[in-house]
């Protein structure tokens, strides 16, 4: 339109100087100018192991999510590496449970096999372990119970072990998610002691007692037996208190710190990543998955859309790093995205 036409309504608006549809008008000055690139490489992908052989079972709350013993998880890993998946994060379930979770720090544990078969299997792949007791213990709690309370310090104890025991089975990246105070350091003490100053350390730093873990429960079998979890997680009303966690487990040595769960906690992350300026994961929980695949089955969201619109929300909040169980196809929806 011409700025000296001399008919209508349009003329008053022809000058101006900022019209931001300019760079929204093709899909190609829409790449050009976008801010956040959503990339593979960022994701994390969790897998759960079981006991047993040619067991792929699916997890009735998580869709497309199954069950899978050593065999299967390895055959899992070695695709999600084929998509480029850098890591992925290990779950387990054991055989027995017993109050100190025994089974969590065997070397004939579901965890340690796996991990020892997938490095044999996939080498240039990353290798994390969740490092808790939730899934081993027969009261369902992340530490140890005396006296119907959780025992911090006998709790920490206990992990260390899991973590060193992740550690010599050949894990990358240890992930402490059980919340009890000192463990990061008792763990980085542990793993040096034993000749392991190269594995890393992932805190579950700023993880919330949060309604969103409920398919993971089931998933792992892991929901308390008595109680909650608000004496050791966080309280989703409070984002200072998440800082001063990250602080802490930063001081004690993380390495990567994550905050947990993704979309109810984007401020956090936010915040985190400005004010620590370290690497920082956001663990898109098993509830925020649910949550997306069920309103998809339902017709009532797009779950492509959806999922890549959430994950680049987590990822422009600040987010290095994504734990994700859309992580295999938001690899493909990404490798066949042209434009949007
Ligand atoms: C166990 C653990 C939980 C998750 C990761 N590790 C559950 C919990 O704390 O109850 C949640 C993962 C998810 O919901 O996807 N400590």
Redesign the pocket.
């Known amino acids: 339109m011409r700025a000296n036409s001399a008919d209508g309504a349009g003329d008053r608006i022809a000058h101006l100087l900022q019209r931001p549809r300019r760079l929204r008008r093709t899909p190609a000055l829409r790449r050009l100018v976008r801010e956040t690139r959503l990339s593979v490489d960022q994701f994390v992908y ?1 897998l759960f192991v079981v006991p047993g052989e040619g067991v792929e079972r699916p997890i009735a709350a998580m869709p497309g999510q199954f069950h899978r013993s050593v065999d299967r998880v390895v055959a899992e890993a070695e695709r999600v590496a084929a998509l480029g998946i850098s890591a992925v994060l290990l ?1 387990g379930r054991p055989v027995a449970k017993d109050p100190v979770g025994s089974e969590a720090s065997a070397a004939t544990g579901a965890v340690q096999c796996a991990v020892r078969a997938i490095k044999a299997a996939a080498p240039d792949l990353a290798v994390m372990t ?1 490092v ?1 007791l ?2 081993y213990t027969d009261h369902g709690h ?1 530490g140890l119970v005396r006296d119907g309370a959780i025992d911090n310090d006998a709790s920490v104890a206990r992990i260390v072990e899991v973590a060193v025991s992740h550690a010599v089975a050949g894990a990358d990246v240890v992930a402490p ?2 919340m009890m105070d000192g463990r990061v350091g008792a763990i980085r003490r542990g793993l040096d002691a034993e000749g392991f100053a190269e594995v890393a350390i992932l805190a ?1 730093a700023a ?1 919330y007692a949060s309604a ?2 409920g ?3 089931e998933a ?1 079998d ?1 929901a308390p037996a008595f109680g909650d ?1 608000r004496t050791y ?1 966080v309280d989703p009303a409070n984002a200072d208190e998440a800082l001063r966690e990250v602080a802490l487990d930063l001081a004690e040595g993380a390495d990567i710190v994550m905050v ?1 769960p993704a979309l109810t906690c984007l401020d956090v992350v936010a915040r985190v990543k400005a004010t620590y300026a370290v690497p920082t994961a956001a ?1 898109f ?3 925020e ?1 649910a949550a997306i695949k069920a309103a998809a089955a339902n017709g009532w969201l797009d779950e492509r859309a959806a999922a890549l619109e959430a994950l680049t929300a987590i990822a422009r909040a600040g987010a290095d790093i994504i734990i994700t169980y859309f992580a295999p196809d938001a690899a493909s929806w990404l490798r066949d995205a042209g434009s949007a």
């Open positions: 969790p779950f969740d808790c939730c899934a992340c998610s059980d579950y993880k969103f873990y398919p993971f429960r792992a892991s979890r997680q947990k663990y929980v098993s509830g998955f």
